[in-house]
């Protein structure tokens, strides 16, 4: 294994090592103007210098807050109503159908109805990013829910166990692989959108530091942001991927 | 102790066609009575096993058991399936342990009752394992042990070695009977293997293919406790094999 | 991979859709925000909007936009998906890159392209199609790593060399896992092309969105919403047809219901 895994492990550098050479080499044969492609020494070490100051990192905070909010909210949506649809016909009835609707509508088309209502502020941001969250949780959750096998419930109702008790210590539960996935991908999705929100209309936020720097063509300023997003995102994926590891100890390894 | 009366059970199929599976089954089972059910695979034996248990209703007929109609899933039917339905989350002490804990016991008495139950499925030293940790056979005697632990006094055995290899299931055969011998419970068991089928019971009911109706009802009239080694020269049970084998092959006179 | 919440067709949805429009409507008439028209007056707007010529244009080159770069990022990304998954070395080799890029945001990627590409059809096109690539790949990755061995070993005991068995053989086993991939491509490509018009702010129906929101044509920023929602709608089940006529052959995930019977 080991002796396999290092080769690979190189080969993967591979194409990330020839996408820094070729900005690299680009900038310094001068083929790319620094107002167009900055080279990378001058990118880093801007991030480097952005990460230790306290006014990037208020907009971090911004962001990160926003992206939280939007997406426990769409989290206690989706799950809630993923685990009812399946255990109610009722609910199914009514939340098949409307997340057939809205489930392939581009959300960020409803964002300027949200600034209409909720305003320029946190909250229109925040239904945005729940908006967009919430669909893969709910149906990550149906799914799940209405794959568990039977008989694991059965043998619950057995021992006197209610249904409505069995719908969340024992259908969520063993749903639980699913709707972490579903949970995983909504948290990917919550960090894009609401990046792009601050991008389309916001004063704060590192969207905004990224138009804003746009609007003065400081092109180095252009990068620092969207790389902060993008490792954000990469940790926030991996923080999560680490917590589902644990959660799902006695589940069987997913291939 | 159970008495089922004229049931019979049709499915919708896809359709819209409705498939019989189950056509007018009559019958009784004594207080510590160990009934087999035989047939050939989808004679519906398993869902006669379910519409007792209470997890799915009959279309027609009555199940009574104790004198009281069955209406739904009760800690006086404990289930014991061919999938195990073990909870992925929890160690098999907490397997073991949920029946208890439902059933209102306090949780110190529950543990120290479970830790019992393990050891007389001989799986003493792995109370904190997963199921997914255990070997197929590891995981039917969990089941067993789960549902032995809130006492139910009838036990509904559906194929419950019917997915483990031979070895595994002639081991775990003359274990079921060393533990039925201790207290005599009512077992309703389902199977398609004759020789376990005549092995266990007191009573073979053959159902025939699809719409399952009782073809013959079988007494087996060998002495306990068995021993597998004696009653396989035993003149007695190899006759009965056989006559069930060749009854189960004739051919099904129209109804 | 087909939910039963997301494959329900005919009166169901239709319901849903005039349950929602009626919700908005009852919410209008209470708020009583000037932000919130009531439906009936959006709707209003839409033959309007739709009898325009230079609305007309503005959607349809942002669905042309859309269709190249859809297109291109597919005839890219399903050939990479489906080497990699039946070549260790293959995915070795762009896992670390494709993981790197999957948490960028693309349409975010719209100021610094426009910077060097300019603000025309190419800059958007190329958004789209770096948007639909990734779960493209992803999927087809997935669904080519799945397919069962033996049948790979079947068709080369029949002689078929190795592209005859990638094309012939793992291209229609991985088709359904392929599929929920270019259904992820179709939804993303709608909302990356949205949000790079709306960045942009040139042309486009993003572009419309924006600028009747800056004029307070409230009605008409409603009225674009619907199109834009209306569309997502019809592509996905425009979509939805096309893969259930192409791998019809395919087992449906097993669904049971729990809970109620």
Request: proline share 6%.
């Given at each position: 294994?080991?002796?396999?895994?290092?080769?690979e492990t190189l080969?993967?550098?591979?194409p990330?090592?020839l996408?820094?050479?070729?900005?690299?080499?680009?900038?310094?044969a001068?083929m790319?103007p620094?107002s167009?492609?900055?080279?990378?020494a001058?990118?880093?070490?801007?991030l480097a210098?952005?990460?230790?100051?306290p006014?990037?990192?208020?907009?971090?905070?911004?962001?990160?807050?926003?992206?939280f909010?939007?997406?426990t909210i769409?989290?206690?949506i989706?799950?809630a109503?993923?685990?009812?649809?399946?255990?109610?016909?009722?609910?199914?009835?009514l939340?098949?159908?409307?997340?057939?609707?809205?489930?392939?509508?581009?959300?960020?088309?409803?964002?300027?109805?949200?600034i209409?209502?909720?305003?320029?502020?946190?909250?229109?941001?925040?239904?945005?990013?729940?908006?967009?969250?919430?669909?893969?949780i709910?149906?990550?959750t149906?799914?799940?829910?209405?794959?568990?096998e039977?008989k694991?419930?059965?043998?619950?109702?057995?021992?006197?166990?209610?249904?409505?008790?069995?719908?969340?210590?024992?259908?969520l539960?063993?749903?639980?692989?699913?709707?972490l996935?579903?949970c995983r991908?909504?948290?990917?999705?919550?960090?894009?959108?609401?990046f792009?929100?601050?991008m389309?209309?916001?004063?704060?936020g590192?969207?905004?530091?990224l138009?804003?720097?746009?609007?003065?063509?400081?092109?180095?300023?252009?990068?620092?942001?969207?790389?902060?997003?993008?490792i954000?995102?990469?940790?926030?994926n991996?923080?999560?991927?680490?917590?589902?590891?644990?959660l799902?100890?006695?589940?069987?390894?997913?291939? | 102790?159970?008495?089922?009366?004229?049931?019979?059970?049709s499915f919708?199929?896809?359709?819209?066609?409705?498939?019989?599976?189950?056509?007018?089954i009559?019958?009784?089972?004594a207080?510590?009575?160990?009934?087999s059910?035989?047939g050939?695979?989808g004679?519906?034996?398993?869902?006669?096993l379910?519409?007792?248990?209470?997890?799915?209703?009959?279309?027609?007929?009555?199940?009574?058991?104790?004198?009281?109609?069955?209406?739904?899933?009760?800690?006086d039917r404990g289930?014991?399936?061919?999938e195990?339905?073990?909870f992925?989350?929890?160690?098999?002490?907490?397997?073991?342990?949920?029946g208890?804990?439902?059933?209102g016991?306090?949780?110190?008495?529950?543990?120290?009752?479970?830790?019992a139950?393990?050891?007389?499925?001989?799986?003493?030293?792995?109370?904190?394992?997963?199921?997914?940790?255990l070997?197929?056979?590891?995981?039917?005697?969990?089941a067993?042990?789960?549902?032995?632990?809130?006492?139910?006094?009838?036990?509904?055995?559906?194929e419950?070695f019917g997915?483990?290899?031979?070895h595994?299931?002639?081991?775990?055969q003359?274990?079921?009977?060393?533990?039925?011998?201790?207290?005599?419970?009512?077992v309703?068991?389902?199977?398609?293997s004759?020789?376990?089928?005549v092995?266990?019971?007191?009573?073979?009911?053959?159902?025939?293919?699809s719409?399952?109706?009782?073809?013959?009802?079988?007494?087996?009239?060998?002495?306990?406790?068995?021993?597998?080694?004696?009653?396989?020269?035993?003149?007695?049970?190899?006759?009965?094999?056989?006559?069930?084998?060749?009854l189960?092959?004739?051919p099904e006179?129209?109804? | 991979?087909t939910?039963?919440?997301?494959?329900t067709?005919?009166l169901?949805?239709?319901l849903?859709?005039?349950?929602?429009?009626?919700?908005?409507?009852?919410?209008?008439r209470?708020?009583?925000?000037?932000?919130?028209?009531?439906?009936?007056?959006?709707?209003?707007?839409?033959?309007?909007?739709?009898?325009?010529?230079?609305?007309l244009?503005?959607?349809?080159d942002?669905?042309?936009?859309?269709?190249?770069?859809?297109g291109?990022a597919?005839l890219?990304?399903?050939?990479?998906?489906?080497?990699?998954?039946?070549?260790?070395?293959?995915?070795?080799?762009f896992n670390?890159l494709?993981?790197?890029?999957?948490?960028?945001?693309?349409?975010a990627?719209?100021?610094?392209?426009?910077?060097?590409?300019g603000?025309?059809?190419?800059?958007k096109?190329?958004?789209?199609?770096?948007?639909?690539?990734?779960p493209v790949i992803?999927h087809?990755?997935?669904?080519?790593?799945?397919?069962?061995?033996?049948?790979l070993?079947?068709?080369?005991?029949?002689?078929?060399?190795p592209?005859?068995?990638?094309?012939?053989?793992?291209l229609p086993?991985?088709?359904?896992?392929?599929?929920?991939?270019i259904?992820?491509?179709?939804v993303l490509a709608?909302?990356?092309?949205?949000?790079?018009?709306?960045?942009?702010?040139q042309?486009?129906?993003?572009?419309?969105?924006?600028?009747?929101?800056?004029?307070a044509?409230?009605?008409t920023?409603?009225?674009?919403?619907?199109?834009?929602?209306?569309?997502?709608?019809i592509?996905?089940?425009?979509?939805?047809?096309?893969?259930?006529?192409?791998?019809?052959?395919?087992?449906p995930?097993?669904?049971?219901?729990?809970?109620?019977?």
């Amino acid at each position: 294994m080991m002796r396999r895994a290092i080769p690979e492990t190189l080969l993967g550098s591979l194409p990330v090592v020839l996408v820094l050479a070729l900005w690299q080499g680009l900038t310094s044969a001068g083929m790319a103007p620094p107002s167009l492609l900055p080279p990378p020494a001058a990118v880093f070490s801007r991030l480097a210098q952005q990460l230790t100051d306290p006014v990037f990192l208020g907009h971090a905070a911004t962001t990160l807050f926003r992206l939280f909010a939007g997406f426990t909210i769409a989290v206690a949506i989706g799950v809630a109503l993923g685990v009812l649809a399946t255990g109610s016909r009722t609910v199914g009835a009514l939340v098949g159908p409307v997340v057939r609707v809205l489930a392939p509508v581009p959300k960020i088309a409803l964002y300027p109805a949200f600034i209409l209502i909720l305003g320029f502020e946190h909250a229109s941001k925040i239904a945005l990013v729940a908006a967009d969250a919430v669909f893969p949780i709910l149906l990550a959750t149906y799914q799940g829910t209405s794959a568990v096998e039977p008989k694991l419930v059965w043998s619950a109702l057995a021992t006197g166990t209610s249904r409505r008790k069995a719908l969340f210590t024992i259908v969520l539960p063993a749903a639980l692989p699913s709707v972490l996935t579903g949970c995983r991908i909504g948290l990917v999705i919550s960090c894009i959108v609401v990046f792009l929100a601050e991008m389309i209309s916001s004063t704060n936020g590192l969207g905004h530091l990224l138009v804003y720097a746009s609007r003065s063509f400081r092109t180095v300023d252009m990068f620092v942001p969207l790389i902060t997003i993008s490792i954000l995102g990469l940790a926030l994926n991996a923080g999560f991927n680490a917590l589902r590891a644990r959660l799902l100890a006695g589940f069987p390894e997913e291939s | 102790m159970i008495a089922i009366e004229g049931l019979s059970k049709s499915f919708e199929t896809a359709r819209r066609s409705s498939h019989t599976a189950l056509a007018d089954i009559s019958l009784n089972v004594a207080a510590g009575e160990f009934v087999s059910i035989l047939g050939p695979s989808g004679c519906g034996k398993s869902t006669l096993l379910y519409i007792v248990g209470g997890f799915v209703p009959p279309t027609e007929g009555t199940v009574a058991v104790n004198g009281k109609p069955v209406t739904g899933p009760g800690p006086d039917r404990g289930p014991v399936f061919q999938e195990f339905a073990l909870f992925p989350w929890k160690t098999v002490l907490g397997n073991v342990m949920y029946g208890l804990l439902e059933r209102g016991m306090a949780r110190s008495k529950a543990e120290e009752r479970a830790r019992a139950l393990i050891g007389l499925v001989h799986l003493k030293g792995y109370e904190h394992f997963y199921p997914k940790e255990l070997s197929g056979g590891m995981k039917q005697r969990v089941a067993i042990a789960r549902t032995l632990a809130y006492g139910p006094s009838i036990l509904l055995m559906d194929e419950p070695f019917g997915a483990l290899d031979a070895h595994t299931r002639t081991g775990l055969q003359n274990e079921l009977l060393d533990i039925w011998e201790r207290d005599r419970k009512t077992v309703l068991f389902v199977t398609h293997s004759v020789e376990e089928a005549v092995f266990l019971s007191d009573r073979v009911v053959v159902l025939t293919r699809s719409p399952g109706r009782i073809k013959q009802t079988v007494a087996i009239g060998l002495s306990r406790p068995r021993r597998r080694a004696q009653l396989l020269v035993d003149r007695r049970y190899q006759t009965l094999v056989v006559d069930i084998e060749r009854l189960m092959d004739a051919p099904e006179e129209a109804p | 991979m087909t939910p039963r919440l997301t494959s329900t067709a005919g009166l169901p949805p239709l319901l849903a859709c005039l349950g929602l429009l009626a919700l908005w409507e009852l919410a209008a008439r209470v708020f009583q925000i000037s932000g919130l028209p009531p439906a009936h007056e959006a709707l209003r707007q839409l033959p309007a909007l739709l009898a325009d010529r230079e609305a007309l244009f503005n959607i349809a080159d942002s669905v042309r936009r859309m269709a190249i770069g859809f297109g291109l990022a597919l005839l890219l990304a399903v050939p990479v998906g489906l080497l990699m998954g039946r070549s260790r070395l293959i995915a070795a080799f762009f896992n670390p890159l494709l993981m790197i890029i999957y948490p960028v945001p693309k349409a975010a990627l719209m100021p610094i392209i426009m910077l060097w590409l300019g603000v025309g059809d190419a800059s958007k096109t190329l958004v789209i199609f770096l948007g639909v690539s990734l779960p493209v790949i992803y999927h087809s990755y997935q669904g080519a790593r799945a397919v069962e061995e033996k049948m790979l070993w079947s068709a080369a005991a029949m002689g078929m060399r190795p592209l005859q068995r990638l094309v012939r053989i793992v291209l229609p086993a991985a088709l359904p896992e392929v599929f929920v991939g270019i259904r992820t491509g179709l939804v993303l490509a709608l909302i990356t092309m949205v949000t790079s018009e709306m960045i942009a702010r040139q042309a486009g129906v993003g572009n419309i969105l924006f600028n009747s929101l800056d004029m307070a044509l409230y009605d008409t920023v409603y009225a674009m919403i619907v199109i834009i929602g209306g569309l997502g709608f019809i592509l996905d089940l425009l979509f939805e047809r096309l893969r259930a006529w192409l791998v019809a052959w395919a087992e449906p995930v097993h669904q049971i219901a729990v809970g109620t019977s």
